[in-house]
């Protein structure tokens, strides 16, 4: 036996620093398709794939000459399907690696939050249906154009305006640009994620199916219970308080902590502004 193994033995290569960088970058390079698919329709085609070529490989080695000559015809196109079919993984993947900033510094945290956590405050307070979406570094300009162009400063009050029910621009989405607003009533995509819980409403499928696509992120305010939600790389945090969308916009943009002084605390005023108006609602 040890006289069968040796030569299969001594014909693989010697384990070194280079075969072992190679190794990991192979399985590396696995680990991250796997994600990609993870979760999706894709992982079913996947599957599909897989078992197509497993069958091809069967009829190779069984000498399965009708079905090998079938499977012939069809796997020579697999590379072509598999562009067409993941076309949207690839571009969400490519968009991934793209904005990674392995060079240099974080990202800037738009000085207009304030503004914007007042306004959120003031919208889930009385159950005003909203949608805000904050670019970091990957382009929104094809979803800018879909609105109503507007190039405005941010402030609560227009944002209070936009959003008001029964208005021209209250359907769609903000998008907020270098703190600027600019553009309201957007058309945004919606995720086909199938692991998304099937009771989330439009709005916060299109809150999900931007940050699908970049690396944006999205603010929204649900219009049945005014509740607080935060959508980021395709995945959303729901029933937040204002503090904790305060933090999770810190975090996202690559900024600290903020202080006493700073954002942390108009959430808080903000948090208390609604206890009182609850309050003096109550008497």
Known sequence: MSLFLFPLVSSLPRLNAIAIIDILGVAFIIYQLLMIVRGTRAGHILIGILTMVLVFAVSVWFGLEALRSLLSYIVPYTAIAIIIL?????RRTLARIGRKRWFGGGFK????????LLALSRLSRDKNGALIVLERDIGLRTFVESGVRLDAEISADLLLSIFQPGGALHDGAVIIQKDRI???????????????PTNLGTRHRAAIGITEESDCMSLVVSEETGDLSVAAFGEIHQALSLREVDERINSHFGVGKAGATGP?????????????VQKAGSL
């Open 86 to 90: 993941f076309q949207s993984e690839i």
């Open 109 to 116: 945290r738009p000085e207009s939050v304030d503004e914007i």
């Open 182 to 196: 600019s553009s309201a009533a957007c058309f945004l995509p919606l995720t086909t994620n199938p692991t998304i």
């Open 264 to 276: 942390g605390s108009l959430a808080d005023a903000a948090a208390e502004e609604n206890s009182e």
